[in-house]
């Protein structure tokens, strides 16, 4: 790649101050939107049973290119996109619920994902619909936007900041970190409920066989991005660590971590207790200021960035984990003063929250809304105490980014489930048909394919990406030529996913 230009790409993605969270909220909210839509034509009409031609045509249009459009086309007027997906929602509603008779007759598909569902049933481990939608729709939105910012089309408030501020990608980097955290805690389930608990080190074991990868996926993108002069961000993570360094080592840590859960038994906790620590260290000390200006003469100098925003980063990974135990573990209890607060709702018919409260997925619900809420009130407690002292860094991974992606996919996790709930909560009546629905019917197959294989596509994404940078001169393409560039590339994920999920092949890393 020609220095000058190579020179000009990291410019376009250097000195950013991103933009709003307001804003960043509507962009984000069309993929709740499109997931109403898509429920809305899936319950009502059976759109997408059987999974024709059309049906593929507008589920790659629902699933991927809305969330495309929101940071491109419509940036600047989200809300009037979320309207155009919700307006046909109400009209939808309108119908009568249908259960597919393909649903009825079909008996459940065999794959690798009903295998686990089968086993973690028999372990009380049940799998969650809308938690499928959540991860696949928050890797839909992070493999477009991985290629998109080196788009003009793309604007430049949704790319990373350089120290201090909010963005879409931002946003986006603490996302996939949460996501992993929340699908964590099967296994960590799963070790409390048998009889052989394992120790520390035979953990810590069984987390290099999930590290080594990474961290070796990690030495090739080095490698690759020094040996091609491929236009890179120091600020970002450093001189030699990229993001793949830091997913490497989630799991031993998490290892040791739950190692304190007999100590202090709530992740939510033991995350929250990480984050003020070092945000306690990142102010009282000059690790700080070491982060932000000190000059690159050592290893540790030169990714200081990596180093030490992996404590920020394990802290979201704790706090999705604790999402997940919430999610994942059957009839968990309901804190005791709610549910106190729920029997006398329930015992109430007159009541105007008693439908409310007594449908079946009222203490699902319950939970998440605890969990959003608590989030977000420590956020808004840190800004109004701390105020512009303790500004959102992503690249400190500081204690306000912690708080906030922590509350934006708590939120998200929320709204999922309600819509799963508003959609197709008792819309069969045998277990059979129930479990069906969940695991073919409710979600979309793109989604269910994109979270199958979720790094898989995401390392796909990346050699994509390297190649079109690689190839094609992106700061000089327009607008329209950029659309149809992205949303070939949209294409093309979407199409290696549902390859990758129609024959029945999961990549495991």
Request: net charge positive; hydrophobic share 50%; with cysteine.
């Amino acid at each position: 790649m020609a220095n000058s230009y190579k020179t000009l790409k990291e410019e376009f993605v250097s000195n950013l101050t991103g933009g709003e969270i307001i804003e960043i909220t509507y962009v984000t909210a069309v993929g709740p939107a499109s997931a109403a839509l898509w429920s809305a034509l899936q319950s009502r009409l059976s759109f997408f049973d059987p999974y024709s031609g059309p049906a593929v045509v507008v589920d790659f249009l629902l699933n991927c290119c809305a969330v495309l459009f929101a940071v491109t086309v419509y940036a600047s007027q989200p809300i009037i996109l979320n309207a155009l997906l919700l307006l046909p929602v109400l009209l939808l509603l309108s119908l009568p619920r249908r259960v597919s008779q393909y649903v009825k007759a079909k008996p459940p598909r065999t794959t690798a994902d009903d295998s686990t569902e089968v086993a973690s049933s028999s372990s009380g481990l049940p799998r969650r619909a809308f938690l499928t939608t959540y991860r696949g729709s928050m890797m839909a939105i992070t493999c477009i936007a991985i290629l998109a910012v080196d788009f003009h089309a793309f604007p430049r408030r949704f790319a990373k900041v350089e120290t201090w501020g909010t963005s879409l990608m931002d946003l986006g980097v603490g996302s996939f970190v949460y996501s992993a955290g929340v699908v964590a805690a099967r296994p960590v389930i799963q070790s409390e409920c048998s009889s052989n608990a394992s120790g520390l080190l035979l953990r810590l074991r069984a987390s290099l066989r999930h590290a080594l990868p990474l961290l070796f996926l990690g030495l090739v993108r080095l490698y690759s991005v020094k040996g091609l002069d491929y236009a890179e961000h120091v600020t970002e993570y450093g001189v030699h660590w990229n993001f793949f360094f830091t997913l490497a080592l989630l799991p031993p840590f998490v290892a040791i971590f739950q190692s304190l859960f007999s100590l202090i038994p709530s992740y939510y906790l033991l995350s929250l207790l990480l984050s003020t620590a070092y945000q306690i260290i990142l102010e009282s000390t000059l690790l700080q200021p070491f982060i932000l200006t000190s000059p690159r003469t050592s290893l540790l100098s030169q990714n200081r960035e990596g180093v030490f925003s992996f404590i920020g980063y394990l802290s979201i990974f704790l706090a999705g984990l604790g999402m997940g135990m919430d999610i994942l573990r059957p009839n968990l209890p309901l804190p005791s003063m709610v549910r106190r607060y729920q029997r006398s709702i329930a015992s109430s018919p007159s009541n105007p929250f008693h439908i409310l409260i007594s449908h079946p997925t009222a203490p699902m619900i319950i939970r998440l809304s605890l969990a959003s809420t608590l989030w977000l009130l420590l956020f808004c407690i840190s800004h109004s105490i701390h105020g512009a002292s303790l500004a959102v860094s992503r690249r400190l991974a500081n204690l306000s980014y912690i708080l906030w992606v922590n509350a934006f996919n708590s939120g998200q996790l929320l709204v999922y489930c309600i819509l799963d709930s508003v959609f197709f909560t008792a819309q069969s009546n045998t277990r059979s048909q129930r479990r069906d629905l969940k695991l073919e019917y409710k979600t979309s197959r793109i989604l269910a394919a994109f979270n199958r294989n979720g790094l898989a596509i995401f390392l796909f994404a990346n050699l994509l990406t390297g190649i079109v940078n690689l190839t094609m001169p992106t700061l000089e393409l327009q607008n329209l030529q950029a659309m149809a560039v992205l949303i070939t590339y949209a294409a093309a994920i979407s199409i290696v996913a549902l390859v990758l999920d129609s024959c029945n092949i999961s990549i495991k890393l």
